[in-house]
């Protein structure tokens, strides 16, 4: 008994309060490693990032190891990398600050920096894509969810920028070098442009679809992503989601429909009804992705 109340003693010496500054010691880590984190995400930082943390392991491994030759060089590198880093990234870095300087701490937690893109991608390309549409010229547009596309961004030009309803117009011209691709975007930025797609397997699809209505419904087949379409024949836009294709869509509602997908949870909490793609299909006169008449 005497040995719990020992051990028991001890373990209190061990165990300190917990404060209101040990909690905000909390929240600004998790803020800052938050941060860090978003920016690697956003930016084409990741690659380096993991080149750092292999440097980083192989200094922990030569100083185990004792391999004092190869440790005192891999602490040079980390040691003059970092300024080297600073240098390189300095662009990078100071829109990471100004962010930081913007954002509320709220934010962490609720995502609305990420959000607000979201929502001023979807009013850019409902812009673009009603534009678009009245003078025909062909465009692709997929919206990144839970599934990256990494794959397809590796075949076209990496990018990292904010929608534009203009900047689209000029990529999607008929005579611009990335206009036969699919521009992505991923968390609101357009992270890839003249990305190639893997095309729909669906037999069953119409003959009037072309190509760039094939490759936006196996985009959607293969991922959970939003494909959004504008055909260079008729100018008809199109959404493609889970492999389903509604065509002849108004502006109107392909604003709705991207923010009822992409923005869900803000939806949910709006007067607004719900507006899903699979009601498409079920309610009102429309065409299905195989191009026969609803009835």
Known sequence: MEGILYLLQQLKGMVTPFSVFDLIDILIMAFIIYKVIMFIRRTSTGAVAKG??????????????????VNF?????????ALALVILFQPEIRRFLEQMGRTNLGEV????????????AITQTVEAYTSLSKSKTGALMVFERKNMLEDAIKTGTALDCSVNAELLKNIFWNKAPLHDGAVIVRGGRIVGAGCMLPMSGNVNLSRELGMRHRAGIGASEHTDAVVAIVSEETGSISVAVGGMLKRHLAPETLERLLRNELLPEREDTETAPKFKLANLFRAGKGEKQNGEKDH
């Open 73 to 81: 060089l891999m602490g040079r590198i980390v040691e003059y990398g």
């Open 52 to 69: 750092i943390l292999l440097l980083l392991v192989a200094l922990l491994v030569s100083g185990a190891l004792q391999l004092n030759t």
């Open 109 to 120: 937690f609720t995502h609305a920096e990420e959000r607000n893109e979201l929502d001023s």
